[in-house]
């Protein structure tokens, strides 16, 4: 009798999220998006409410405001008594960014992406996995690997293939400082199109991230406009654009700065914006220039990141465009640093500062 395969129709898993849970999910996109404004955030699940249907005779939206005071997601002490998120809030919005843009990368076969599991390194961890070629000898679980055969095969005449091999998953242990760069010039709210939130979720997704798998790792984060200044984790919800220029000598400058504070041995820079630097400070006064390349900005972007080669700071730039000149000017800044570019769509963002991460944690000096 030949063997084969039945096919029968696919039932998705049913996910028994409760009325206060489902609403949970989508107001905590909501108040990202509002850069912290609860009331603003409410009113809109208001509207989707009104549209969608997502409340019922049973739990409707007042049940859900009363939830999420009782629980300690909001309280009323804002100004003038309006709401404002919480700490717990503040939290669930980072965990919620991890899972969003980290948590549906698997472990597979060979792919574009780097996934959130251990591989070849220093320090041996509680994983175990198959049998890869490349892996070491030291690595191999000779006692786990003769259970496998045993079972695998039998206990008559004992025999070990390659399928039963089982091994050890190791961890590295060498520290990273990374300080991430948030654009929030104007344009990146320009022709309708929300950009910042998507870079606040990255930055809270890296910053959970971190805190959660790497404790011994550094994430500083700075902000550039028309000036550069340092924001801290639990400030990123509230983070929103400003009728600003791009000054990025500005946060190129900071981020030297802090990182040669630091005295681990890998520093980088991950830089996320989707224009062009237009804007210096040449004392008190700025010189702008919004309409093009201006070379004066573009010779000093380009001598910082000469610099960042020179003490082996490595930046890789996220650029959120896909305008021509602007590509130009990204490939040269990236040729001068000797860095990483990445031309992405909002969507593919998150995954490829991942990727990158991980490329930089698992790097041996």
């Not at 809030?89 to 899972?99: D, W």
């Not at 399928?163 to 344009?187: A, F, G, Q, R, W």
Request: proline share 3%.
């Amino acid at each position: 009798m030949s063997t084969g395969f039945r096919f029968t129709q696919y039932i998705p898993p049913q996910e028994n999220k409760t009325g206060f849970e489902a609403l949970l999910e989508i107001f905590l996109q909501l108040v990202t998006i509002s850069s912290g404004d609860v009331s603003e955030a409410l009113a809109w699940l208001n509207s989707l409410d009104k549209q969608y249907k997502l409340t019922n005779d049973e739990y409707g939206m007042g049940d859900f405001i009363d939830d999420l005071k009782a629980k300690g997601y909001i309280d009323e002490g804002g100004q003038k008594g309006e709401f404002k998120i919480t700490g717990k809030s503040e939290q669930n919005i980072r965990k919620s960014a991890l899972e969003e843009i980290f948590g549906k990368l698997k472990k597979g076969g060979r792919g574009s992406h780097a996934t959130p599991h251990t591989g070849m390194g220093d320090e041996a961890s509680t994983d175990s996995r198959e049998f890869r070629f490349g892996d070491s000898l030291e690595q191999i679980e000779m006692t786990d690997s003769i259970r496998n055969a045993q079972l695998n095969h039998g206990l008559g005449d004992f025999f070990l293939t390659e399928n039963d091999l089982e091994v050890k998953d190791h961890e590295h242990k060498t520290n990273t400082s990374t300080v991430l760069m948030i654009d929030i010039s104007h344009s990146m709210i320009l022709y309708g199109e929300d950009r910042i939130t998507p870079a606040k979720k990255v930055a809270m997704a890296l910053a959970e991230l971190i805190k959660q798998k790497y404790p011994k790792d550094s994430l500083d984060i700075i902000v550039f406009g028309n000036d550069a200044w340092q924001i801290s984790v639990k400030d990123l919800p509230y983070l929103s654009v400003g009728p600003y220029h791009t000054n990025t000598v500005a946060g190129l400058e900071l981020a030297m700065d802090l990182l040669r504070k630091r005295k681990t041995p890998n520093k980088q820079i991950f830089m996320i914006t989707d224009g062009k630097p237009t804007c210096l400070k040449e004392g008190l006064k700025y010189y702008k220039n919004s309409f093009g390349l201006d070379r004066k900005v573009v010779n000093k972007t380009l001598n910082l990141a000469a610099q960042c080669r020179r003490i082996n700071i490595p930046i890789t730039t996220f650029m959120i465009a896909s305008d021509p000149y602007l590509k130009q000017f990204v490939d040269e800044f990236t040729q001068v640093n000797k860095g990483t570019a990445y031309y992405s769509s909002l969507k593919g963002l998150g995954h490829l500062i991942f990727e990158d991460y991980r490329r930089n944690r698992r790097k041996t000096l």
